[in-house]
């Protein structure tokens, strides 16, 4: 008995392009043809098609079918690296998972990276941005460092900094800025990678330093701009033995 191209998808529970596409990664054997030019797919087709929708089934990855089919060493280790791979995803999906019914109960937010969350009220909408995008940019170590920078932050400061009007005097910046530094340089001096983040990045370097950069002038006023530039000065001087801050003005 011989079956057409439709009949053997039937047969198989699955659609005719997926068929004409096994054909075309050399998963499945081109059958012969009848005189009109039908194809005559035979048991031994079927039985194939079944194998490699078996293997789908299980996970496996089309580019490995072939090494899983066969047998040996090889089958066994291509075997045994398609079930990592589906223990990775499964791990992931059960974080998934557990965030998602944490957010449906009210205890969690979907606009901070995982292990912020309890940081969510102190933390200003650009804050939480900034957490976002630095959770793609810097490894874990980084951002638990990060994490406990906020942690240790004064909400005073941190208050005053987040309602900074974009037109706030000179008089306000400097005391603002001065103010912060301390607790900058305290960062400084605790996470000495700050000043050189070689080893943290996730991106490289340069695509770090420039997403780092664009992010913080599109989320902060110019205000609060200057207010962490001049911080930043004053806190590395006050790091590196020069405990005076800048005359107002001087950036």
Do not use: C
């Amino acid at each position: 008995m011989v079956w057409s191209t439709r009949e053997l998808a039937d047969l198989a529970g699955t659609t005719v392009n997926t068929v004409r596409h096994y054909h075309r990664v050399d998963l499945l054997e081109e059958p012969g043809r009848m005189t009109n030019g039908y194809k005559q797919y035979e048991v031994r087709h079927l039985v194939r098609l079944l194998q490699i929708r078996r293997l789908r089934d299980l996970g496996v990855p089309l580019d490995q079918i072939e090494q899983v089919g066969s047998s040996g060493d090889t089958a066994t280790a291509a075997l045994r690296a398609v079930d990592a791979d589906l223990a990775a995803s499964i791990e992931r999906l059960q974080r998934a998972r557990a965030e998602i019914q944490a957010i449906l109960q009210g205890s969690t937010v979907t606009d901070l990276p995982a292990g912020f969350e309890a940081l969510a009220s102190r933390l200003s909408p650009s804050e939480r941005s900034l957490m976002l995008i630095y959770s793609q940019l810097y490894d874990e170590s980084a951002m638990a460092d990060l994490r406990q920078m906020l942690e240790s932050e004064p909400d005073d400061v941190s208050q005053e900094f987040d309602g900074l009007a974009a037109d706030a005097d000179e008089a306000t910046r400097q005391a603002l800025a001065e103010r912060y530094a301390v607790t900058l340089a305290q960062h400084l001096a605790d996470y000495p990678w700050l000043r050189d983040p070689g080893e943290h990045p996730s991106k490289g370097e340069r695509v770090t330093r420039e997403t780092f950069l664009e992010s913080v002038v599109a989320l902060y006023n110019p205000a609060q701009l200057d207010v962490l530039g001049r911080a930043s000065v004053i806190a590395s001087g006050l790091v590196d033995g020069d405990p005076a801050p800048p005359e107002p003005g001087r950036r």
